[in-house]
């Protein structure tokens, strides 16, 4: 069976800190990943994507993730938040095999305090 | 441009009514999804269809109905029997490239019952 885990539904950091948004998936296949952010009352926006290319992607306003297969991790980070990065985060994973569904974390809410 | 629209962007319905939400996209994407977001439960999938005239059910297909007549539109319409509807619903749609799938959300509608 596929799942995802978002080991922390809320995290908290000062403003010039590190960001770290946990991930861990399970999955069958050789899957595809992502992490979405929501800001509030707004769809989802595509940070990064993971398609068995390059196993660190950098997406966009300055995060980056790591694909680790063996730890089954796809952990979301940013060297330095902005108080614009408080937001709502998801990672998504889409099993490769034809007729499967996305399978949603249950999101982490991200804060950054000044 | 090309993308998925969702209308309307608020939509207030009477208990006991029947009420339909649009999706449209002109990706060209096989695959659509509904998705149901509440509150801190991250996004739980609805129903969701592979191709033209076939749709399968999600985690929590109960009290919805959809339909897939054309390629570009899914339609979900929240029927009286689901006993909780006001939600933010996302509608998503997905196409398998070569390194994977790639997918993108609609602005989503959220729905009110009085």
């Known amino acids: 069976a596929q799942s995802v885990t978002q080991l922390d539904s809320h995290v908290s950091v000062s403003e010039g800190t590190p960001v770290l948004l946990r991930c861990n998936y399970s999955?069958?296949?050789?899957?595809?990943l992502f992490w979405y952010v929501q800001h509030p009352n707004k769809g989802l926006q595509l940070l990064l994507k993971?398609?068995?290319?390059?196993?660190l992607v950098k997406g966009i306003n300055g995060f980056e993730a790591e694909f680790k297969k063996s730890e089954t991790s796809f952990h979301l980070t940013k060297p330095s938040a902005h108080m614009s990065d408080a937001a709502e985060y998801f990672c998504v994973v889409i099993p490769n095999q034809a007729g499967t569904a996305l399978i949603f974390g249950k999101g982490t809410t991200l804060s950054v305090s000044s | 441009d090309g993308g998925i629209t969702q209308s309307p962007k608020y939509l207030f319905r009477k208990e006991g009514q029947n009420v339909t939400l649009s999706c449209e996209q002109n990706?060209?994407?096989?695959?659509m999804y509904w998705y149901r977001q509440d509150p801190g439960q991250g996004l739980r999938l609805i129903y969701y269809s592979q191709i033209v005239n076939d749709f399968q059910k999600g985690d929590i297909a109960e009290g919805y109905s959809v339909s897939r007549e054309k390629k570009e539109s899914f339609p979900l319409t929240v029927t009286s029997a689901q006993k909780n509807p006001t939600a933010f619903y996302l509608c998503a749609s997905s196409i398998r490239t070569g390194g994977g799938y790639e997918q993108f959300f609609g602005p989503g509608t959220r729905l009110t019952v009085l």
């Open positions: 993971y398609t068995s290319a390059a196993t």
């Open positions: 999955s069958s296949y050789s899957p595809s």
């Open positions: 990706l060209n994407h096989d695959a």
